[in-house]
């Protein structure tokens, strides 16, 4: 008997005239101790399915049909009670962001032991201890002091190391994970991996691990399912999907995966337009009445030359956001000195949609820095708007929508539209595209190296995946705790690395 | 317990500016004290001795220490038209005006807090609606108007209470208590809607949070979820609330009081105002600045013990 037979999933929107098809006929098998990976972009309908087979997709505009067989019992449509008992004990979830799927104000040690007390009757004792055993075998140090914290005391990394012992503590037969990486540093990324082999080699726990990351599935899982609009387009075994894809949209995503391939060839490098000298930042943390200052940046030096693109990787709080800050004015650095040979440099941030006024159309967005900082005419910076919309690839009739009405990838255009119109020399592009898919991520790479070429900007670009790195950048800057630990140009940090943290986040990465 | 003290610390702090500010004014609000005590046709000579007598000679910061010294043992001074130690005239409303606030702030939570839960707990069902709309319109009325309609209707309609036949708690406990219930209840309406609204909109964006979700995964039932999880992260907004809905009920005491015919605060605030009586004026507004200080410290307080992210 298979662990999980899902047959015909078909999920529908009722909540518009015309019902909404999300998921179109669904087929899954597990066997016990089976890791099956969920692959496709966003909208694509594989959260949908899994939260499905969860029994977590109950509102009441929403139809289900087909079939979902958990150890030969129905469980689709099958009233709450019944699903309850095997919610939290046979089948457990975890979820992308582990700050908002804790409860901020009930301790850790509550709610790893939750599952306990709906579904044994073990004493608190008994409880505390099992939870305990749960923290450590997740690879909690400490793990007493963490059952009394607070989820907002603990880093991302430990929350989502809470959240699996969470779901682990009942011993369940199929731990559904969705996206459970996504939004950790990318040394993390490879540790919850390594922590979710871990527990399918010793407890034999079945695992449904939904990913936009094809790099990350084909590391962990055994299986894979390609999802497309609420299809699923191709599945078969990890290798059969990674070394023969037959559909044309899997070998668009494998292609899409940023490789070591350069997307540029190099163009001959000018003269220095930036130059960061001795740069020391420190902000002063309040602690009761004493105050102390964190050192965010130690002595940093660099310089970016006309027509290059420099790479700046770490993780998060390492300071690159602040480097960047600095560079372009908005902080001022304790000592040292920052020098900028263009007056207007941009920036460009990494959610596109936080970052535009959803009140204002795109021309308005486009043409505001114009306002404040020349004396252009109307029609002048209309024509400006107009050249620089058709240089990102999109078109007049774009410059009149509100943002609200763009896709994520044509937020991002514009947003670099939007930075063009000052005519800067530098460009300081923080994590441009780790917000968006993967296939549109490449699109946006490849119109960042097209105006590179074309009109010879300069880039910092800022980013803590290596392969985006590698294929964009022609010299890197290692940065740990607020120092560059290594600088030099792209085949030197990737072949031959020097730094210690360098080799780490390589090897996180898979690239060494 | 440190954030406690250092919480204490501060709301003195507060108190002593307040103090200062409230003094400060009347000092310098253009009028003679002197004068209005002793008419118009009194002789320079006298209104000097009087102004002796009341110590209204003495320079103002000197006039404040010693003001301050004696508010710190319990004594505001000499009311200027009663001729009566100030404290002893608050003392003896205090009761009246105190009861009607406490009345209120039960009130308001015993409507507010179950119905706004109800409401949120069935979101979207026709219970909810008419819910809704009877909050709507509870909300738009003011104490004073709802005051009147009370009157009208439990007083001269349904004859529940005398309107205007207010008792003092040693005559008869029994009926002080009935009759201040109605006022109470007319400074508790708008207020109640408010915190309904607070709670039930801060329930429904709960709903839609992730840790709702994993609370489902684990194998809640809906009760569960909603009594076990959400309810104590949406009753957070609601307790910053409670600190400022009771300035807002002093002031609608005050007017209530009138509608009522209660010898409260109010009352004597009023003609105090009225016959520059300066320093009963000055110590209700003390005492209103404690209460509303002391209040919003216990606020504070609570939100700790609710929130384990506050003060870190």
């Not at chain 1, 582990?98 to 709610?111: A, C, D, E, R």
């Not at chain 1, 490879?190 to 871990?198: T, Y």
Request: aromatic content about 8%; proline content about 4%.
């Amino acid at each position: 008997m298979k662990l999980l037979h899902v047959e015909d999933l078909n999920i529908e929107f009722h909540d518009h005239l015309i019902p909404e098809t999300v998921v179109f006929d669904f087929d899954l098998d597990m066997d016990e101790g089976e890791i099956v990976g969920l692959v496709g972009e966003s909208g694509s309908g594989k959260s949908m399915s899994a939260l499905a087979i969860a029994g977590l997709l109950s509102r009441h505009d929403m139809r289900k049909k087909g079939s979902i067989v958990f150890e030969g019992k129905e469980i689709l449509n099958c009233p709450r009670g019944e699903l309850r008992s095997l919610q939290g004990d046979e089948i457990c979830m975890v979820f992308q962001e582990p700050l908002t799927s804790l409860n901020p104000v009930k301790k850790i040690g509550w709610q790893v032991e939750e599952a306990l007390k709906i579904h044994t009757r073990l004493t608190a004792e008994e409880r505390k201890k099992r939870a305990i055993k749960a923290l450590e075998e997740v690879e909690l140090e400490n793990p007493e002091r963490v059952y009394d914290s607070y989820p907002h005391e603990l880093s991302g990394g430990m929350r989502q190391r809470v959240m699996i012992a969470a779901a682990m503590i009942g011993n369940p037969k199929l731990l559904i994970a969705d996206e459970p990486t996504t939004a950790l540093d990318v040394t993390v990324q490879s540790q919850i991996v390594e922590l979710l082999k871990k527990i399918n080699r010793e407890k034999k726990t079945a695992i449904l691990f939904i990913s936009h990351d094809l790099s990350l599935v084909s590391q962990l899982c055994q299986r894979v399912l390609v999802m497309q609009h609420g299809y699923v387009v191709e599945s078969g075994t990890a290798e059969q999907i990674f070394k023969s894809p037959k559909e044309e949209y899997t070998r668009r995503l494998i292609a899409a995966i940023p490789t070591c391939k350069e997307l540029d060839e190099d163009i001959p490098v000018g003269e220095c337009i930036a130059k960061v000298e001795n740069v020391n930042v420190s902000f002063t943390k309040r602690n009761g009445r004493r105050t102390e200052p964190i050192h965010v940046l130690k002595n940093v030096s660099f310089t970016i030359h006309q027509s290059e693109i420099v790479g700046l990787v770490g993780e998060s709080g390492c300071g690159k956001s602040t480097l960047a800050k600095t560079l372009i004015g908005l902080l001022h650095p304790d000592s040292g000195t920052v020098y900028l040979e263009d007056k207007n440099p941009q920036m460009i941030f990494q959610d596109p949609y936080g970052s535009l006024n959803p009140s204002k159309t795109v021309q308005f967005i486009m043409e505001e820095p114009l306002k404040n900082l020349t004396k252009m005419t109307k029609k002048e910076r209309n024509a400006l708007s107009l050249e620089m919309i058709e240089k990102v690839g999109l078109n007049e009739a774009y410059l009149s929508r509100f943002p609200s009405e763009l896709s994520g990838g044509q937020r991002q255009r514009v947003c670099i539209a939007a930075s063009l119109m000052l005519h800067p020399k530098l460009i300081i592009a923080d994590e441009p595209v780790s917000a968006l898919d993967v296939t549109i991520q490449a699109e946006v790479l490849k119109l960042m190296t097209d105006l590179h070429r074309e009109l010879g900007l300069s880039f910092l670009f800022i980013s803590h995946d290596l392969r985006v790195v590698h294929q964009m950048c022609d010299r890197i800057l290692v940065m740990k705790e607020g120092q560059i630990v290594e600088e030099g140009n792209r085949e030197q940090i990737y072949q031959n690395p020097k730094h210690p943290y360098t080799k780490e986040l390589l090897m996180s990465a898979g690239l060494l | 317990m440190k954030y406690v003290w250092k919480k204490i610390l501060s709301c003195i702090i507060t108190l002593f500016i307040v103090s200062l500010l409230v003094f400060v004014a009347f000092a310098i609000i253009p009028g003679d004290p002197a004068l209005s005590k002793l008419g118009t046709n009194a002789t320079e000579a006298s209104l000097a001795a009087m102004r002796q007598q009341m110590g209204l000679d003495k320079p103002i910061w000197e006039r404040y220490l010693n003001w301050l010294w004696g508010a710190i043992r319990g004594d505001f001074g000499t009311s200027y038209s009663y001729s009566m130690s100030v404290a002893s005239m608050i003392l003896d409303k205090l009761p009246i005006t105190l009861t009607l606030m406490i009345f209120s702030m039960c009130i308001m939570i015993l409507i507010g807090v179950p119905l706004g839960v109800y409401a949120s707990y069935k979101e979207g069902t026709a219970i909810d609606r008419v819910i809704q709309i009877i909050n709507q319109i509870n909300m738009a009325v003011p104490p004073f108007f709802s005051g009147i309609l009370i009157t009208l209707l439990f007083g001269v309609t349904l004859k529940f209470f005398t309107p205007g036949g207010f008792v003092s708690i040693s005559k008869n406990p029994v009926g002080f208590f009935t009759y201040m219930f109605y006022p109470a209840l007319a400074v508790a309406l708008p207020k109640s809607a408010m915190i309904l609204n607070l709670l039930y909109s801060s329930l429904n964006g709960e709903k839609k949070k992730d840790y709702v979700r994993t609370a489902y995964s684990r194998g809640n039932t809906s009760n569960a979820v909603f009594f076990g999880h959400m309810l104590k992260n949406a009753s957070i907004p609601t307790i910053t609330f409670l600190g400022m809905a009771l300035a807002d009920m002093i002031a609608g005491s005050i007017i209530i009081e009138q509608v009522f015919g209660i010898p409260g605060l109010g009352r004597i605030l009023l003609t105090s105002i009225q016959n520059r009586d300066y320093p009963v004026v000055v110590a209700i507004i003390m005492l209103i600045a404690v209460i509303v200080i002391g209040v919003n410290f216990l606020v504070d307080v609570l939100y700790k013990l609710v929130d384990p992210r506050v003060g870190n």
